[in-house]
C-alpha cells in the first residue's frame, strides 16, 4: 500500500502561481510513474503531467509551457508547477502513483481556485 499526500493547493489570482506536492510513503524511485490529475466540477478527471521512472515527462495541451513537473527522488515527492494560471485551472489536483503497469495509487486531492 501507498499514500499519496498532496499540498500546495489554494486560492490564487488568474496569472498567478501555485506548487502543488505529492509526498509518497514509498520510494517514487521504483515507480513505473507519478502523474498529476485534475477534476473540475461537472467534469471528468484529465490527465495533466507525468513523469516517468527515468525522468521523461508528459504534458496535456492545455498546460504545456505553464506547468512543469518534477520529482525529487532523495524526498519521494512530485511536484506540480503551476504558472500563468487560468480560471479554467480551478479543479481539485490529484497525484497519482503508477507502480506498475497494473497497480496505481491515488492521492485524496487537493483543491485549486483561480479566481479574482
Known amino acids: 500500500q501507498v499514500q499519496l499526500v498532496e499540498s500546495g493547493g489554494g486560492l490564487v489570482q488568474p496569472g498567478g502561481s501555485l506548487r502543488l506536492s505529492c509526498a509518497a510513503s514509498?520510494?517514487?524511485?521504483?515507480?513505473?510513474?507519478v502523474g498529476w490529475y485534475r477534476q473540475a466540477p461537472g467534469k471528468q478527471r484529465e490527465l495533466v503531467a507525468t513523469?516517468?521512472?527515468?525522468?521523461?515527462?508528459t504534458y496535456a495541451d492545455i498546460v504545456k509551457g505553464r506547468f512543469a513537473i518534477s520529482k525529487d527522488n532523495a524526498k519521494n515527492t512530485v511536484y506540480l508547477q503551476m504558472n500563468s494560471l487560468k480560471p479554467e485551472d480551478t479543479a481539485v489536483y490529484y497525484c497519482?502513483?503508477?507502480?506498475?503497469?497494473?497497480?496505481?495509487?491515488w492521492g485524496q486531492g487537493t483543491q485549486v481556485t483561480v479566481s479574482s
Open positions: 497519482k502513483a503508477q507502480i506498475n503497469l497494473l497497480v496505481a495509487y
Open positions: 514509498g520510494s517514487i524511485f521504483s515507480f513505473y510513474a
Open positions: 513523469v516517468a521512472r527515468g525522468g521523461d515527462t
